[in-house]
């Protein structure tokens, strides 16, 4: 894969952007700081490795601490990086030539650069202390809200990251499956096949595997995984589990289904409906609409598929507007990918009382990417209410204890909207490999 021109277009991009939301905010000149490594516990002496600043992974994959990026409107911009001499660690390997070519770099002491003169903006998610000193504002919210928004329209280069990093990921999920449908392993030897498969150290991951065999997949968070192998009566696999490729994120989920019998081939219907649904809702992506009428669909077209596989009861309708759905179905349907797995700036206001937790709220527009992850799930803490009130009726409760041995059910992709239309990255990168 050739970055080289379409980095170049990139870094030209930022460049004028940067210069707008300078000018915007009323910034001469604009810092961005990679960031220090912060310590695991302020009574120990471990860091955490270096998570640079999402302003500067903007820029380019550098996870120096205390490199610096300078950027006056209209000029070329400077890159600082600070001379390591380190024997305890090695230092992180040098950005590609074509990254470095793009900046005018400067080895030395970032401390001492001499910046241009201007009012001046620094963006550090660990300000250096010399960053923070005089007439600097620090992470200025005009600023960062400018910032933000740029990051919601991808260009072809990061287009191109996020491609790579869905397939790295791709190859994790291919292994995590195949181990599962082979074999008997557990959920700490399947979090391990795909850091294998994918390439990854556990570190690297754009946010920890969520690897949930049975009902644990019922924890929309789960990440403590058993060491112990628990038999073949487990017969669902949840992966939720992402790759990086140049600090860009992806970030898939797939839910695998392995035996037979009536209660494992009710939850492998309900596997297959919610993934025929993903499909129906990323068909009805498009230019104009708000994402957040794409999630309410989601909710009408899991209430069809209860009806449908009668767990629930009554009309699909009722089951939406009773709060049938969204107890079974808590969390929203994706939200923006890029530098961060949750990414920035498509959250312009906040969501209905009943989406509390819809991460986008934007229009959708060409340059977007973004997830697409319907779910539904045996969460009992979300379901003794309607147990105890008048929903009782609306969902069949030995279909649901039925379901709750294999926890739950999310399918997830990577979707960009481009001029040319919507691309699945996902489902291209699982039909290539
Ligand atoms: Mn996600």
Redesign the pocket.
């Known amino acids: 894969m050739d970055l080289a021109a379409p980095y170049a277009e990139h870094v030209a991009h930022l460049t004028a952007a940067y210069g707008r939301a300078a000018a915007a905010a009323g910034y001469d000149v604009v810092v961005v700081h990679a960031g220090r490594a912060t310590l695991r516990d302020r009574f120990d002496d471990q860091h955490w490795p270096l998570r640079p600043t999402p302003a500067f992974a903007h820029w380019l994959p550098l996870a120096e601490p205390d490199a610096c990026l300078v950027l006056v409107a209209g000029r070329r911009p400077r890159l600082l990086r600070p001379r390591i001499d380190d024997y305890w660690e090695a230092p992180p390997p040098p950005p590609p030539p074509w990254v470095l070519a793009q900046f005018d770099v400067e080895d030395g002491d970032p401390a001492r650069a001499t910046l241009p003169a201007g009012r001046r903006a620094v963006v550090s998610s660990a300000p250096a202390p010399w960053l923070d000193a005089g007439d600097a504002d620090v992470n200025p919210a005009a600023l960062i809200a400018g910032l933000d928004a740029v990051r919601t329209r991808k260009t072809a280069y990061e287009r191109a990251c996020l491609a790579e990093a869905t397939r790295r990921a791709v190859r994790g999920h291919r292994r995590a499956v195949a181990d599962f449908t082979a074999g008997d392993p557990s959920e700490l030897a399947l979090h391990l096949a795909y850091l294998d498969a994918s390439g990854q150290d556990d570190v690297d991951t754009p946010y920890k595997n969520i690897v949930a065999l049975g009902e644990h997949g019922a924890f929309l968070h789960y990440v403590t995984y058993q060491a112990q192998a628990p038999g073949r009566a487990a017969q669902s696999l949840l992966v ?1 589990a992402g790759a990086q490729c140049h600090g860009y994120a992806s ?1 898939i ?1 797939r839910t695998t289904v392995r035996g037979h019998g009536a209660d494992v081939d009710l939850f492998r219907a309900l596997v297959e409906r919610v993934d025929a649904y993903q499909q129906a809702l990323i068909r009805q992506i498009q230019p104009g609409l708000p994402y957040e009428e794409l999630h309410d669909r989601s909710h009408e077209l899991l209430a069809e598929a209860l009806v449908d596989l009668e767990i629930g009861r009554g009309s699909a309708e009722a089951l939406v507007a009773r709060g049938v759905t969204r107890a079974l179905y808590p969390h929203g349907l ?2 923006s ?1 890029g530098i961060q ?2 990414d920035v700036g498509m959250k312009p206001s906040a969501p209905r009382a009943d989406n509390p937790w819809l991460r986008n709220t934007s229009t959708i527009e060409v340059g977007q990417v973004f ?1 697409i ?1 319907p779910g539904c799930y045996v969460i009992e803490a979300l379901l003794a209410p309607l147990r105890a009130d008048d929903r009782r009726g609306l969902l069949d409760w030995d279909a649901v204890a039925a379901l709750g041995r294999f926890g739950g059910v999310r399918i ?1 992709d990577n979707i960009a909207v481009t001029a040319d239309g919507i691309v699945d990255l996902t489902r291209d990168a699982f039909a290539a490999a």
């Open positions: 939720d970030d989920t994706g939200h990918l797995v949750h997830t992850e997830e």
